[in-house]
């Protein structure tokens, strides 16, 4: 297993101008000394291929390895056309991805709308996906399709096993949130389908002093990540609510304790 940062932690920082995209870098190599970073896309500042390839060799500088690159994208959008610009989009990632040497490229299924249509939306949806998956073997990168809520097609990890299953591909996998499923034991459902994630979110959400998370039990989700044999990125993706989020400069240093603890209890 290996320990990385989404740069989605740092959003308000970033968003604000208190951090730029190479000060990230640094901070998760030299002060957080992680093995890698989830580059959210819009945290690009440039995505032209010269800027791309300097991207690249600061981070090989600082050896910290590009673990995934993560666009945002919807196919629940009704209109056919509208849906055919979400695929023409996540191929042009794709090819922002081959150029950084991100092996993953972490995907939505989208959000249904309206909400009502899920079902009779559901096969154009399949069809987006199947679609970005031939741009995907063409550049040896992998679609991790991030289960969501809040009215998205896949709140819970049945209705993510269906869509893996349906599409049957070696390169549409997941990426695994720990905070995102809906179901009724949320941790069976980690157990039920991390064994399809190249790629793991560790949502956190309350960190406490002590660097414990008080929302999810970090510690089963550890004994999961063990008895799984998981040796894929787990990328810290900080999204402190209440005060926490005021001050990610100071929290985020706290959930890596806790990640660096548990790793090294359960020997990963």
């Not at 002060?31 to 989830?38: A, F, S, T």
């Not at 199947?130 to 073997?137: D, P, W």
């Not at 809520?149 to 209705?159: H, M, V």
């Not at 995102?180 to 979110?201: C, F, S």
């Amino acid at each position: 297993m290996k320990l990385g940062l989404c740069s989605w932690s740092y959003h308000k920082s970033l968003e604000t101008g208190k951090l730029d995209f190479a000060g990230l870098l640094h901070i998760c190599a030299r002060e957080l000394k992680l093995d890698g970073i989830d580059i959210i896309a819009d945290h690009l500042p440039k995505t032209d291929r010269e800027s791309l390839i300097q991207y690249k060799k600061m981070a090989t500088d600082l050896h910290l390895t590009i673990a995934c690159l993560s666009p945002g994208n919807n196919f629940g959008k009704p209109k056919a056309q509208e849906r055919k610009q979400e695929v023409e989009a996540v191929e042009r990632w794709l090819e922002v991805g081959y150029v950084l040497g991100a092996p993953v490229l972490r995907i939505f299924s989208g959000w249904p709308w309206p909400y009502e249509d899920k079902d009779k939306l559901w096969p154009a949806m399949v069809d987006c996906i199947r679609e970005c998956e031939k741009k995907a073997r063409e550049t040896g990168i992998v679609l991790a399709i991030e289960p969501h809520n809040d009215g998205g097609f896949l709140p819970t990890s049945a209705d993510t096993l269906r869509l893996i299953k349906e599409i049957n591909s070696e390169w549409v996998r997941i990426n695994l949130d720990t905070g995102n499923y809906q179901d009724t034991d949320n941790y069976k459902g980690i157990e039920e389908t991390i064994a399809y994630a190249p790629h793991l979110h560790a949502k956190v959400h309350h960190i406490s002093e002590e660097a414990r998370e008080l929302e999810f039990d970090y510690d089963r989700i550890f004994s999961i990540i063990k008895k799984a044999d998981y040796r894929g990125f787990v990328s810290l993706e900080f999204e402190g609510q209440d005060f926490y989020s005021q001050d990610e400069l100071r929290y985020i240093p706290k959930a890596v304790q806790m990640l660096k603890e548990l790793a090294k209890k359960y020997n990963l």
